[in-house]
């Protein structure tokens, strides 16, 4: 069960960040810090199947991204029912956030669906200051080793790992990208809280990441 202390380390966590939307190694981008986050599916799909180790499965939701951004999600079944209900949402919720950066659309039907609370407010206005910077994203995000760290009735924390190495931003008038050398700072750790929501959805309610954590980074 998440502890009040644990709730407030995540909540402080989430709120001390600043972020840009891609990376790749370098620290620039659209925000300041250390801190980088991204995930989409190739062009415009109808049910979700992120990869072929996650099927497609019954109401899964459709997201409608440019061509030239992709995403591979690595999700192995933990063999818990619960768990892999969690997972895939999560995993949801990182394509719907990327989905909302390209489509310089904060309030997508997606993003409501798989973000809730705190972590829905913060992404809602770091696209809005995406949009306003003039720029989109495109390239590649692999997601992998995802875990559900721990879970109560209704709660759940959670951990993976994001590839930007492929990841660039792009500015939306003329196409220019903004390629970055990949380094260590490539490769997040994302660490998250979710909570099922009202419709039977896990959401993700508090959010943080930390580049070139040493459980993520691969050479």
Not at 1 to 15: D, N
Not at 159 to 177: H, L, M, P, W
Request: proline share 4%; charged share 25%.
């Amino acid at each position: 069960m998440l502890t009040t202390r644990r709730r407030a380390a995540v909540a402080s966590l989430f709120a001390a960040f600043s972020l840009s939307m891609t990376g790749c190694s370098s620290d620039s981008g659209h925000g300041s810090g250390n801190d980088e986050i991204a995930g989409a599916e190739t062009g415009k799909v109808g049910p979700s199947t992120p990869s072929s180790s996650e099927p497609a499965e019954k109401n899964a939701p459709s997201f409608d991204f440019p061509t030239d951004l992709k995403v591979a999600v690595d999700r192995e079944s933990s063999g818990d029912p619960v768990k892999d209900a969690i997972l895939r949402d999560t995993a949801y919720a990182a394509q719907a956030r990327v989905e909302a950066f390209a489509r310089s659309e904060s309030r997508t039907a997606n993003m409501s669906r798989y973000f809730g609370a705190n972590a829905l407010s913060f992404w809602v206005g770091r696209v809005e200051a995406f949009k306003k910077d003039g720029l989109t994203v495109t390239g590649g995000y692999r997601y992998f080793n995802f875990e559900v760290t721990d879970v109560s009735e209704g709660t759940a924390a959670v951990r993976y790992c994001e590839d930007q190495s492929k990841a660039f931003n792009k500015e939306i008038k003329t196409g220019k990208v903004h390629r970055t050398k990949p380094s260590d700072k490539s490769f997040v750790l994302y660490t998250a809280q979710a909570a099922r929501g009202a419709a039977g959805d896990w959401q993700v309610t508090q959010q943080s990441w930390k580049k070139g954590d040493p459980a993520c980074v691969q050479r």
